[in-house]
């Protein structure tokens, strides 16, 4: 026989202390005041948990944001990280709020370091020149400047040397240009020839010779694109000092003769 539930045994008991009470009435009555056995009140819904706050976000810098915040252009930029005017990046190769409010406090210390002039290429390095001392200063003289270990280059732009824009800014000593724009002058072929009053044939023959050889070249302005040797006046005046060539007999020699520097071996290698 099945046990009886809470609800039943109040009912009967309700039967025997009430006569004449219905069984189910007593039974409905008894439901309606017995409380439930335990194991079929549900467990209570336990509280979420307190969601944490978030931490608050830290900001950093990447490398445009960086240098805009602080004003700097790139090329001022990157100038600027060279010589160590900006510190590197300090948090996974960006830089943190420390460090930018920290650099933006000297924000014009490092403007007097970089200077105001770009790196730029021979045109513009020798017409900077040619204002700031207000002499002519012809093509070649940057590069001869940077030969002599006056005039760094910086880097290259489409194969063509950058010079240094703060040398260029902060350059002083005059005759230091002069010498360069003299031995660093640049000619063509036929203009060497001219310079050296030497017949096209003697010309050819020096730089068979290995006497003389370009010192760059350039692509002409017009297609067909062709490369022109240019040649340097000191490689030139370092040519006419050889003793291997008697000068007088070669500029002696008159228009259809053969010229003596054909003599002259073929350079080695």
Not at 219 to 228: F, G, K, N
């Amino acid at each position: 026989m099945p046990k009886r539930n809470a609800a039943q045994k109040a009912a009967r008991a309700a039967q025997q202390t009430t006569p004449g009470t219905g069984y189910q009435s007593a039974l409905n009555r008894a439901r309606a005041t017995t409380p439930p056995p335990a194991s079929l009140i549900p467990e209570p819904t336990p509280e979420p948990a307190p969601t944490p706050e978030p931490a608050p976000k830290v900001r950093t810098y990447g490398p445009r944001q960086f240098p805009d915040g602080l004003g700097l252009s790139e090329w001022e930029f990157e100038r600027a990280q060279r010589i160590g005017a900006v510190p590197p990046p300090d948090v996974a190769g960006r830089w943190s709020e420390d460090a930018f409010n920290a650099t933006a406090a000297r924000v014009g210390e490092i403007r007097e370091q970089i200077g105001t002039m770009p790196d730029v290429g021979a045109r513009r390095a020798e017409e900077h020149l040619s204002e700031r001392f207000g002499i002519t200063v012809v093509p070649g003289t940057a590069a001869e400047l940077s030969r002599r270990g006056h005039l760094p280059v910086r880097g290259y732009y489409k194969g063509h040397a950058l010079y240094c824009g703060v040398t260029l800014e902060r350059f002083k000593d005059r005759r230091k240009v002069v010498r360069a724009s003299a031995a660093g002058r640049l000619y063509m072929r036929d203009e060497a020839a001219r310079a050296l009053n030497l017949r096209p044939t003697d010309f050819a023959h020096l730089i068979r010779a290995g006497l003389l050889a370009p010192a760059t070249t350039v692509l002409s302005s017009y297609p067909p694109r062709v490369v022109i040797p240019l040649y340097r006046q000191a490689d030139m005046d370092r040519a006419v000092r050889s003793r291997r060539v008697d000068w007088d007999a070669v500029r002696a020699t008159p228009p259809g003769r053969p010229s003596p520097l054909a003599k002259l071996p073929d350079a080695k290698g």
